[in-house]
Each structure stands twice: as structure tokens, then as C-alpha cells.
């Protein structure tokens, strides 16, 4: 005869549950570990938001170039320096020209003014005209669309902030 007792539990539950929480913990430490390393990466930029507004130009426009087309104005925003300021436009669907900041008419086919102290702030405006390349002659509304961009300091990548979409007219 065989007096041999067999325990035919393969595992005891105390056993069982020790290993459960250790799983959870450990799973607890990996999900911890992958969470702060997501909260500790950054763009580098900050939470930038900007709202514009535009209008037509409102004057005559000619086939010789040098026409203002819109005006685009801040309505919320924190002051946006000067110098970090990028403007492009398209016009009726064709390519896109980057804008020359009061400069030459002649080096660029488009440009736009700004006031004189250092940033954009909150209901200043910019105009937005045509260099000495005729971009809407004014003989139809001209579809134009104008893309703010802030430049990135440092490491910081440069950032579309609004794509604002105006019409220009002959008035």
C-alpha cells in the first residue's frame, strides 16, 4: 500500500496572490516609467494661440503692381515680436510668395507694413500689398490666402499660427 498524501493544487492561493501583486507592481513601475517620460519630452514651444481677423484693403486696384490687398488684425493673442514673424500669401491659387517686411517693393512680390514698436499685439493690423509684381489687377475679386507664421528661437521649430483666407477687391 502506498500511504503517500498528493496534493493535487499546483500552486497554494497565498502563493497565487503574492504573485498577482507583484505583477501589478510591476506593471504599475513600467506604465509609471513610460508616463513620465512622455510628460518630461517637449516641443520646446509654448501654447501660442492667436486669432485674426482681416478686411479688404479697400482701394484701387491697378495692373501695375504695388496695390495694398487686406488687412489682417489680431483680435487674441499675446504680443508676437516682429522679428518672428513670417508672411506668405497665395493668390488665386498660385504660388505661394513670401512677403518682404517694409522693404523693397522691387525684391518681392509681396509686402506688408507694421507699426513701430516690437510686437504684434492685440487689434493692430497689418496691410498686406503687392510688390511690383501685379498679383490681382482688380478686374476680380481676388482670393488670398495668407499664411502668419511664428519663427522658432533656438531650437524651436517655426509654427504656422493662422491661415487666414480674405478677398481682395477693386473698390
Given at each position: 500500500?502506498?500511504?503517500?498524501?498528493?496534493?493535487?493544487?499546483?500552486?497554494?492561493?497565498?502563493?497565487?496572490?503574492?504573485?498577482?501583486?507583484?505583477?501589478?507592481?510591476?506593471?504599475?513601475?513600467?506604465?509609471?516609467?513610460?508616463?513620465?517620460?512622455?510628460?518630461?519630452?517637449?516641443?520646446?514651444?509654448?501654447?501660442?494661440?492667436?486669432?485674426?481677423?482681416?478686411?479688404?484693403?479697400?482701394?484701387?486696384?491697378?495692373?501695375?503692381?504695388?496695390?495694398?490687398?487686406?488687412?489682417?488684425q489680431m483680435t487674441s493673442g499675446d504680443g508676437l515680436n516682429w522679428a518672428n514673424l513670417k508672411v506668405s500669401i497665395v493668390v488665386d491659387g498660385g504660388v505661394s510668395s513670401l512677403c518682404v517686411?517694409?522693404?523693397?517693393?522691387?525684391?518681392?512680390?509681396?509686402?506688408?507694413?507694421?507699426?513701430?514698436?516690437?510686437?504684434?499685439?492685440?487689434?493692430?493690423?497689418?496691410?498686406?500689398?503687392?510688390?511690383?509684381?501685379?498679383?490681382?489687377?482688380?478686374?476680380?475679386?481676388?482670393?488670398?490666402?495668407?499664411?502668419?507664421?511664428?519663427?522658432?528661437?533656438?531650437?524651436?521649430?517655426?509654427?504656422?499660427?493662422?491661415?487666414?483666407?480674405?478677398?481682395?477687391?477693386?473698390?
Amino acid at each position: 500500500m502506498n500511504n503517500e498524501n498528493r496534493n493535487d493544487e499546483a500552486v497554494s492561493p497565498v502563493i497565487a496572490t503574492i504573485l498577482m501583486v507583484a505583477i501589478t507592481v510591476v506593471l504599475a513601475g513600467v506604465l509609471y516609467v513610460w508616463a513620465s517620460s512622455l510628460a518630461g519630452e517637449s516641443t520646446g514651444g509654448g501654447l501660442d494661440t492667436y486669432t485674426f481677423s482681416h478686411r479688404d484693403a479697400n482701394g484701387d486696384m491697378s495692373s501695375d503692381g504695388l496695390d495694398d490687398l487686406v488687412h489682417i488684425q489680431m483680435t487674441s493673442g499675446d504680443g508676437l515680436n516682429w522679428a518672428n514673424l513670417k508672411v506668405s500669401i497665395v493668390v488665386d491659387g498660385g504660388v505661394s510668395s513670401l512677403c518682404v517686411e517694409g522693404g523693397d517693393a522691387a525684391t518681392s512680390d509681396c509686402t506688408w507694413d507694421k507699426d513701430e514698436d516690437k510686437s504684434w499685439d492685440t487689434s493692430e493690423e497689418i496691410t498686406i500689398s503687392e510688390g511690383d509684381t501685379d498679383l490681382c489687377d482688380g478686374t476680380e475679386p481676388c482670393s488670398v490666402v495668407v499664411t502668419l507664421t511664428k519663427v522658432g528661437v533656438g531650437e524651436e521649430d517655426d509654427k504656422v499660427i493662422a491661415t487666414v483666407s480674405a478677398t481682395a477687391e477693386n473698390n
